[in-house]
């Protein structure tokens, strides 16, 4: 049974920088695409940014540039170090996994305000 921890999110001002974690448990996701999505109210969950076990990263367009994900040693770990946040960026944040089937994240909530 594949378990997500997910930490890092909090209210941070326009312009500011947070880092998301996610470990994984239960299973070796060395082949597995890991990710974060976002949510925000009102809104369709989107992709943000993802790396396969390659490395191979994919980022939406609104966050080229200021988002950067990463894959822990461990590789069971993925990392987005978000710089230069936007109000727009508020959302509640989920890790995914995906191979031939997806896993999700609980979600942590990123809150860019001043």
């Known amino acids: 049974q594949l378990q997500f921890v997910e930490s890092g999110g909090g209210l941070v001002q326009p312009g500011g920088s947070l880092r998301l974690s996610c470990a994984a448990s239960?299973?070796?996701?060395?082949?597995?695409?890991m990710g974060w999505y976002r949510q925000a109210p009102g809104k369709q969950r989107e992709l943000v940014a993802a790396?396969?076990?390659?490395?191979?990263?994919n980022y939406a367009d609104s966050v080229k540039g200021r988002f950067a994900i990463s894959r822990g040693n461990a590789r069971n770990t993925v990392h987005l170090q978000m710089n230069g946040l936007k109000p727009e960026d508020t959302a509640v944040y989920y890790c995914?996994?995906?191979?031939?089937?997806?896993?999700w994240g609980q979600g942590t909530q990123v809150t860019v305000s001043s």
């Open positions: 239960g299973t070796s996701l060395n082949f597995y695409t």
């Open positions: 790396v396969t076990g390659g490395g191979v990263t």
């Open positions: 995914h996994a995906q191979r031939s089937n997806e896993h």
